[in-house]
């Protein structure tokens, strides 16, 4: 009997909420709060093998289903009419909708570290993806696929030979992969494998819920395939004119702002018991990860110089001088202060204005209270942001949160359009190096524990000086 394509959609279907199944087994015993019994670890191996096959199977499933579409295989008039989800993914083509199905299949079977705050955020940068052969959408359809997640954690498992563990699909994933590093140029002399696209500390501080992630939410993000952003920004004027009347020479004046992509890293050591309990693996290394990195990013977006790091966006503003605001009074903020540093702005930037300060400066404006009407001070909307005369309010550590009189107290407050602030990834740059065996630095003797040299390239940089003002104290 010939296989139609509703019957290998409909078992792609079945070994999908199978994994799914499995993977959601996995995490509940992952969540138990003490130490696993032989018995539950042997378990939750055997649970870990049976999502793998499953997942390694979904995955040549969809394949062949997509192959039938493209040949026409048998059953392919009926597509249409086959239940489930599947006729909004049969109707897209091409790298840009696979892509778009593998972070929907991701967002389902990995949660636990891949959050829907995240995948929106990569269907936003496919959706964004100006490039003519979609490198954006390529990365995630090689750093994304099942299967090569799959092949990543047996060699974190077994730096040595994982690869000898490799089935036919992970085999394919792996080197679809490590083709994709030589054609983006991403390899360099120390190797390295690309992460998958669920643990990359990229995709995963958009949704951490930490301080600099709400930040990279405010700010543009944009995921790039070259080694700079280049961008075009301006402004021209318009005119009223009579009838038949010679317009006027409004020529803009442009500039071109380059962001460079600079290069990051980080060691991250793990126990081999980590590293063999999959589950458990995904979400510690997930969190080591993104806490080392966000630590990083938290300074350079907010104080970095630009040379070997991002651009900070006080730094940016401060280098222009007619940004800063000086308070009424040295070494001292006013409630008067905060209004002379919003209607130092221009006009057009304020509709998207919000202030970001260090916490320990809003405090003190909490503290205001004399001649304030309370209504019109801070305040709280229904989504628990809370706004500082009606503008959102944002908070970073790494800005002054102390006025004294032996500082220049420049970032003291600061109040902006802060969209005007890009963050710039290279698409699938996230790269580690496995180290097998780590070992005592006394005696040198092997410690039972592996180590990833992780690393990457992020720039940043305020596109528009004149969107952004500080207020000195």
Known sequence: MTRTIQDVMAEH?????????LVAEMETIADIERDLTPGERERLDRIQRGADRAIAEANELDAEWRQMIVNG??????????????PERSARSGERGQALDLIER?????????????????????????????????????????????????????????????????????????????AMSLTDAAGGYMVPMVLDPAVILTGSGTSNANLRRV??????????WNGVSGSTTAEWVAEAAQVADKSPTLVQPTIPVHKWDVFVP???????????????IVRVMTDARDNLEATAFIAGSGVGQ?????????????????????????????????????????GNAAFLANDDIY???????????????????????????????YESSEMDGVITATAGNDPC????????????????????????????????????????ILWGRTGGNLVDTAAVRILRA
């Open 106 to 182: 991701s967002a389902a079977t990995a949660g636990h570290v891949f959050t829907h705050d995240a995948a929106e955020y990569v269907t936003r940068q496919v959706e964004r993806d100006e490039s003519p052969t979609g490198e954006v959408a390529r990365w995630i359809h090689v750093a994304g696929d099942p299967a090569y997640r799959s092949a990543f954690r047996k060699l974190v498992a077994d730096p040595l030979n994982g690869h000898r563990l490799f089935t036919d699909a992970e085999l394919r994933a792996f080197q679809a992969a490590q083709t994709f590093s030589r």
């Open 270 to 284: 793990f126990s081999v018991e980590v590293g063999d309990d999959a589950a458990n693996f995904e979400t510690e």
């Open 219 to 228: 700010f543009t993000n944009r995921v790039i395939a070259g080694e700079a």
């Open 73 to 86: 295989g048998p059953g392919i008039i009926a597509v249409r009419g086959v239940p489930g989800d599947y």
């Open 413 to 452: 407050l600061i109040y902006g359009d802060l969209s005007r602030y890009y963050v710039i990834d290279r698409a699938g740059s996230s790269r580690v190096e496995l180290v097998p065996h780590l070992f005592s630095p006394t005696n040198q003797r092997p410690t039972l524990s592996r180590g990833f």
């Open 13 to 21: 279907k079945a070994a999908k909420e199978r994994g799914a199944r």
């Open 310 to 350: 991002p651009t900070g966006l006080v730094t940016a503003t401060l280098a222009v001088g007619g940004n800063i605001v000086p308070t009424a009074t040295a070494d001292a903020i006013v409630a008067a202060d905060v209004f002379s540093l919003k209607s130092a702005l221009p006009g057009r930037y304020r």
């Open 363 to 393: 405090d003190r404006l909490r503290q205001i209270t004399a001649g304030i009407n309370p209504d019109a001070w801070i305040t709280g909307d229904p989504s628990g942001q809370q706004r500082l005369t009606g503008k959102l309010m």
